[in-house]
Structures are given as structure tokens and as C-alpha cells.
């Protein structure tokens, strides 16, 4: 029988959900080799790259010849192939829903809406040189403030993670959208203190590779203005 080769990933580490697979693969030790796609100067608009994925996006997984994209999907693929840490994706049914609940609505809520203040105050200003106009970025952090209020009553509670007491899979899409707006110099979660009381456990859990996945947006952070 042939070797497993390892899995293959297409990455740009300004994407929240690329830097969420990077993350997992070097917490769980998964033999894995990292190819990156840089979005900004059109990488993922090869034909090359639309073979593996005719969405044009990152991020991608190749394992043995097997393409899967959409991060959910890939992280929850490698959690089941690889036999991660049963904490990541928890086998028993119950507490494996639990986290299947917050990835669903993570696709309605925190992603767009940590994404979209990222947008206003740091893509759009660079793409036309012009500055968003304060009230939409405004609107923008309230529609964020809801949903982070959301997250803290519906799934944080208090418990330490949002789906137990253990990180999962969804602590980790989570934490990669709320680090986003930290491109722009903004840390959303500094009025939320039950919030930034979990990101510090999620980081302690994590340890380097959460740091060295998020070393790409730091650098944007140390060059923009402290949002207050």
C-alpha cells in the first residue's frame, strides 16, 4: 500500500479562514505542506488555480488526490481523517452538534460582520484611495456589536469555550473573524470583557501557531492608526 502523502494547502494568511486551517494543522501535528496563494496580486485568478477550485478562493486542501474546499468543511474533513484530538470535533453526537450549530450561523454572523468593518477600514480605502465614510463603518460596528452580544448570551455563556470546556473547531473560525478588524488597528472585542477573557484562553491553547498564523495582520496592526 502507498504512502499517504502529506495534505497539500493553498493559503493566503490574510484570510481569516486560511489562517484557521494553518492553525489546525499545527496544533494537531498533520503532516502538511503549505502553498501560498497571494490574493492581492491575483494568484487566485490563475487558470492553474481554477482547476482545484473554479471559485477562485482560499482556502484548499488537497489530500491523495482528494480536492475539498470552504474551511468548515476542511477542517472538519482533517478532524475525522487524521484522528485529531477528539476536542477539536467531538465524536459524540451531542457535543459534536454543538459545534456544527455555531458553524453554521458563524457563516451569517461573525464572519461577515467582523469581516466587513476589515472592508471599510482597510481593503476599500486601499483599493481607491479614498477613506470609507465614518457612518458606514459606524453602522457597521453596531451590526458587529449585536452579533458579538449574540455570541456571548448563545454560545459563550459561561462556559470557557463556545461549545464546552475544551477549544473546537468553532472557537477557532471564531477567533481568526474577531482578529480581522486588528488589520485596521481596531480591537472590537476591548468593550467585551467575558470576549477578551476567551481569546486569551483560546490563545494560551493554541500557543505559537497562533501567533505565527496571525503574523501577516499584525504587521498591517503596527503600520495603522489605534482605533479608539
Known amino acids: ?9 493553498y493559503l493566503d494568511l490574510l484570510s481569516q479562514p486560511c489562517r484557521a486551517v494553518q492553525i489546525f494543522l499545527r496544533s494537531t501535528k498533520i503532516p502538511h505542506t503549505v502553498k501560498m496563494v497571494a490574493l492581492r496580486k491575483g494568484e487566485h485568478q490563475t487558470p492553474e488555480f481554477a482547476k482545484l477550485n473554479p471559485m477562485k478562493k482560499v482556502p484548499v486542501m488537497v489530500d491523495n488526490g ?11 474533513y482533517l478532524a ?25 450561523w458563524h457563516h451569517s454572523y461573525t464572519r461577515p460582520h467582523a469581516a466587513k468593518v476589515f472592508i471599510l477600514e482597510v481593503l476599500l480605502p486601499r483599493m481607491t484611495g479614498q477613506p470609507t465614510e465614518p457612518a458606514k463603518i459606524e453602522k457597521a460596528l453596531v451590526e458587529l456589536g449585536d452579533t458579538l452580544e449574540k455570541l456571548e448570551a448563545m454560545f459563550l455563556k459561561r462556559q470557557p469555550f463556545l461549545c464546552g470546556d475544551d477549544i473546537t473547531l468553532a472557537d477557532l473560525l471564531c477567533i481568526c473573524e474577531l482578529m480581522q478588524p486588528f488589520g485596521g488597528g481596531r480591537d472590537i472585542l476591548q468593550d467585551h470583557p467575558q470576549l ?33
Open 1 to 9: 500500500m502507498a504512502a499517504r502523502k502529506a495534505v497539500e494547502v
Open 66 to 76: 482528494f480536492v475539498l474546499t470552504e474551511s468548515d468543511a476542511i477542517l472538519k
Open 80 to 104: 475525522n481523517t487524521y484522528n485529531a484530538p477528539e476536542h477539536w470535533y467531538p465524536r459524540q453526537p451531542e457535543r459534536r452538534a454543538k459545534v456544527d450549530e455555531y458553524t453554521a
Open 196 to 228: 477578551l477573557t476567551w481569546r486569551s484562553r483560546v490563545q494560551s491553547a493554541l500557543k505559537g501557531s497562533f501567533d505565527e498564523a496571525h503574523s501577516v495582520l499584525y504587521r498591517l496592526r503596527d503600520k495603522a492608526k489605534p482605533k479608539l
